[in-house]
C-alpha cells in the first residue's frame, strides 16, 4: 500500500525557517518524480515544487515564483523520503502543506496519485 | 503562467442530478488537463488524468473532456458521497498550476 506521511510542520515567527518532510512508503520511491502543493485553509490548492526522477538518475528541479529562492526540494532515496526546507518564511506561506506522487514512474508527468494528510506550517509572530 | 479559471464556484444539485464542471485555461494545454476532487479534512483525489482517462478505481460516472482551452468534468448522476470540491490542474507546463476550484453541494 503506498503510503505518504509528511512531518514537521508548526508555528514559526516570520523570517524563520522550517524543514519538512515527507516518509514514502508501498512503492520504488526512487523512480517517482515528487512534488510538494499547499493550500491555505479554506482556499485552493498551489503547486510549489516538483523534483524530476529520471533513468539517468538526475533530477530536475521546479519551483514556483512564490517560493524561488527560499525554498529547496530534495530528496533521499536511501531513506525513501523527501524534503522540503522552508526559509525566509513570510505570513503568506501559511498552509497545509502536501506531499503528492507523480502517477507514472520516470518522467515529466505531474498527474498526483497519492497525496500525505498535510502537515500545517503557521507563520506568525 | 497559464491560467485555469473554474465555473461555477458553486453548483447546487440534488442527488441523482448530473454535475457539469467547467474549466478553462489562459493558453492551449492540449489534453494535459486533471481534475481532483476533495472532501473537507482530506487531501485531493486524483479523478481524471489527461482530460478523459479515469484515475484507478474512479467510477464510470466521472467523465471529463475537452482539449486546448476548454474542459468539462460530468458527474452523470450525483451520489451522496460526491459532494465535494473538484479542481482542475494543468500539468502542460511550468509552473504547474490549479484552477481555483467548483463546490459541488446539496441543493
Known amino acids: 500500500e503506498v503510503q505518504l506521511v509528511e512531518s514537521g510542520g508548526g508555528l514559526v515567527k516570520p523570517g524563520g525557517s522550517l524543514r519538512l518532510s515527507c516518509a514514502a512508503s508501498?512503492?520504488?520511491?526512487?523512480?517517482?518524480?515528487m512534488n510538494w502543493v499547499r493550500q491555505v485553509p479554506g482556499k485552493g490548492l498551489e503547486w510549489v515544487s516538483s523534483?524530476?526522477?529520471?533513468?539517468?538518475?538526475?533530477?530536475?528541479?521546479y519551483y514556483a515564483d512564490s517560493v524561488k529562492g527560499r525554498f529547496t526540494i530534495s530528496r533521499d532515496n536511501a531513506k525513501n523520503s523527501l524534503y522540503l526546507q522552508m526559509n525566509s518564511l513570510r505570513a503568506e506561506d501559511t498552509a497545509v502543506y502536501y506531499c503528492?506522487?507523480?502517477?507514472?514512474?520516470?518522467?515529466?508527468?505531474?498527474?498526483?496519485?497519492?497525496w500525505g494528510q498535510g502537515t500545517l506550517v503557521t507563520v506568525s509572530s | 503562467e497559464i491560467v485555469l479559471t473554474q465555473s461555477p464556484a458553486t453548483l447546487s444539485l440534488s442527488p441523482g442530478e448530473r454535475a457539469t464542471l467547467s474549466c478553462r485555461a489562459s493558453?492551449?494545454?492540449?489534453?494535459?488537463l486533471v481534475w481532483y476532487q476533495q472532501k473537507p479534512g482530506q487531501a485531493p483525489r486524483l479523478l481524471i488524468y489527461?482530460?478523459?482517462n479515469r484515475a484507478t478505481g474512479i467510477p464510470a460516472r466521472f467523465s471529463g473532456s475537452g482539449s486546448g482551452t476548454d474542459f468539462t468534468l460530468t458527474i452523470s448522476s450525483l451520489e451522496p458521497e460526491d459532494f465535494a470540491v473538484y479542481y482542475c490542474q494543468q500539468r502542460g507546463s511550468w509552473p504547474l498550476t490549479f484552477g481555483g476550484g467548483t463546490k459541488v453541494d446539496i441543493k
Open positions: 503528492a506522487r507523480d502517477r507514472y514512474a520516470y518522467g515529466d508527468y505531474h498527474a498526483f496519485d497519492y
Open positions: 523534483i524530476i526522477s529520471t533513468r539517468s538518475s538526475s533530477s530536475n528541479i
Open positions: 493558453q492551449s494545454v492540449s489534453s494535459y
Open positions: 489527461d482530460s478523459s
Open positions: 508501498g512503492f520504488t520511491f526512487s523512480s517517482y518524480s
